[in-house]
């Protein structure tokens, strides 16, 4: 039997949201990986450290801390972890920071198994990805905006409310709302 160390498809499954996640696990084990999961940023990375997984799937919003903090903590515990970063509220500001950090591939929900393994075997970003002529909106321009100063303030919101000159109860609410389409 292989060490679960050196499994080239052991998977750590980071995302709070359980019934996705059991539901990922199930399609990930059924394409051949061994997937450990975890809701949090803490039983991530203890998970990580336990197991040593060679491929990570981590949700952008974690309790506990954040899916950007968490790739330097994953690459830390073994540097040729391939992380993919999974998530339902897209910028292209974490994305750009994602990749900085060491994320291999950036995905946003809804995306299905296929596509999760397809990310992970990659040997370069989505370069298939069509760039747009058209201009941002102005609503999807403010996403991006609040959301490149929350980065540069470390997911701090009273500091990224005060940066913005706004009130950090309407800040809370704007990031809790679902990103407006491009």
Not at 18 to 47: I, K, M
Not at 157 to 168: C, D, E, N, P, Q
Request: glycine share 6%; proline share 6%; net charge positive.
């Amino acid at each position: 039997m292989q060490n679960p160390k050196n499994d080239p498809l052991s998977l750590l499954l980071a995302d709070d949201d359980e019934v996705l996640t059991y539901v990922l696990a199930r399609a990930l084990q059924s394409r051949g990986y061994t997937p450990w999961v975890a809701h949090d940023c803490r039983s991530a990375l203890a998970l990580a450290l336990e197991h040593g997984p060679r491929n990570a799937v981590v949700d952008l919003k974690l309790p506990g801390g954040t899916g950007l903090s968490l790739i330097k903590e994953l690459l830390g515990v073994n540097p040729s972890m391939r992380i993919v970063v999974f998530t339902g509220y897209a910028s292209i500001a974490t994305a750009v920071e994602a990749v900085k950090r060491g994320a291999h591939y950036y995905l946003t929900k809804p995306a299905d198994a296929d596509e999760i393994v397809s990310a992970l075997q990659s040997e370069s970003g989505p370069a298939s990805v069509p760039i747009s002529d058209k201009p941002l909106s102005v609503n999807r321009l403010e996403w991006e905006h609040i959301n490149r100063v929350l980065t540069g303030n470390n997911g701090n919101i009273s500091a990224t409310a005060r940066v913005l000159g706004m009130h950090r109860r309407t800040l809370q609410r704007k990031l809790n709302k679902h990103p407006v389409r491009s």
